[in-house]
């Protein structure tokens, strides 16, 4: 009898492991509650939550105090800032007992069926790593934006293939990931260098090269947009976040390197492609700020060195500044993040007046999976 009890709760704690979850945060009083309480939504009940305050001066603490739950764990600490977040991301990874660790950060969410879905992927064994989509939301918890692509085709993806996709983009998104404890702690706790503001990516990469990953097509997370003012400093940081990804490439063993035929042109044209991307950012909001010489400038820089998107835009935002106009027209046609001021917050352009996708989405999408089908590619699927 004894045998039967051992053997059902070891099989209880195999398919119910406890689960981890990372929450950094800092002065999020305006979103700390709803991250909590994506959490306590979860149909996954066998989880702790290690919220790792750094240094609020808001209201963060008082309201986190508000969820009475013996699974969230509060510690505060001085502030580190951004450029020390894996010293905040290890404290927790330390305090934690879970078999798995998730990441959430205090100003982001989940969907309710997120640990209960991914625990299930680590039933198979050889995995360490497991991601999804993202849908993007805004300071209001608006959806502004779809992870739409399928991502079906990393499932079978061999590791050499996936690897060198992820040293061009880092296409893991860090609110929707699930990480083996033990892979994690073989690799020495999460990584950063000295000049990135992140975690995810240093580890990400150190992890691809040690075990298997395999994502969820569901959304996994939503990550929230908001602050978007683009300086020097970002583009700088952009930069070095660059710059990760090749020096990992360079360390690696000749004969992984071999294999993975890594090409750093693709590197290139993708970064130059973000660049471009904060540039017109930054153009948008000069228009919105009135700095029509400033916009001006830049849009004439990115229509001789853009890629075509970014020199069509261009264009479009050297004729707003003759009649001067700002250039949220065109995200709102195109159904993309609409700037709703100079603060760098956003608008949804998703959904009508009544809170149903607008006709236009529907209509670009349908134009687009007709396109996709006579490429024979995968159509695009929006999830909430």
Request: glycine share 4%; hydrophobic share 40%.
């Amino acid at each position: 009898m004894d045998t039967l009890k051992s053997k059902s709760i070891e099989n209880h704690l195999k398919n119910h492991p406890l689960v981890s979850i990372i929450t950094p945060t800092y002065n999020h009083e305006k979103f700390i509650g709803s991250c909590i309480e994506s959490v306590l939504k979860q149909t996954y009940e066998n989880w702790e939550m290690i919220i790792i305050d750094d240094g609020s001066t808001d209201n963060t603490r008082a309201i986190i105090a508000q969820y009475n739950d013996y699974r969230i764990k509060y510690v505060k600490q001085e502030n580190l800032g951004i450029y020390k977040l894996d010293e905040t991301y290890n404290k927790a990874l330390n305090i934690s007992k879970g078999d798995l660790i998730a990441i959430l950060e205090g100003d982001d969410l989940w969907p309710n069926y997120k640990l209960e879905e991914q625990v299930k992927i680590f039933q198979e064994n050889d995995i360490i790593l497991s991601w999804g989509r993202m849908n993007t939301i805004n300071d209001r918890d608006e959806i502004v934006a779809f992870g739409m692509e399928t991502l079906k085709h990393f499932q079978d993806m061999p590791r050499e293939e996936l690897i060198r996709n992820l040293i061009t983009d880092n296409f893991i998104k860090a609110c929707t990931v699930m990480i083996e404890r033990a892979a994690l702690l073989k690799i020495g706790g999460f990584l950063q260098d000295e000049n990135v503001p992140f975690v995810d990516y240093n580890t990400f990469l150190a992890l691809s090269i040690t075990g298997r990953f395999y994502p969820s097509d569901n959304v996994m997370g939503y990550w929230r947009r908001h602050g978007t003012q683009v300086t020097n400093k970002k583009l700088t940081e952009m930069t070095n976040a660059f710059m990760v990804s090749l020096d990992f490439y360079e360390k690696l063993d000749s004969s992984i390197k071999k294999s993975i035929k890594f090409d750093r042109n693709i590197k290139l044209k993708f970064y130059d492609n973000l660049l471009s991307e904060e540039k017109l950012l930054s153009a948008r909001i000069d228009l919105l700020k009135g700095k029509w010489s400033e916009a001006s400038y830049k849009f004439k820089s990115l229509s001789k060195k853009g890629n075509f998107s970014a020199k069509f835009q261009s264009i479009l935002g050297l004729i707003c500044i003759l009649f001067r106009r700002d250039l949220e027209w065109l995200a709102v046609l195109s159904c993309r993040p609409k700037l709703r001021d100079v603060s760098g917050e956003w608008d949804t352009t998703l959904y009508d007046k009544n809170g149903h996708l607008s006709l236009l989405f529907h209509v670009q999408i349908y134009i687009w999976n007709v396109y996709l089908r006579l490429l024979s590619r995968p159509t695009l699927n929006f999830k909430t």
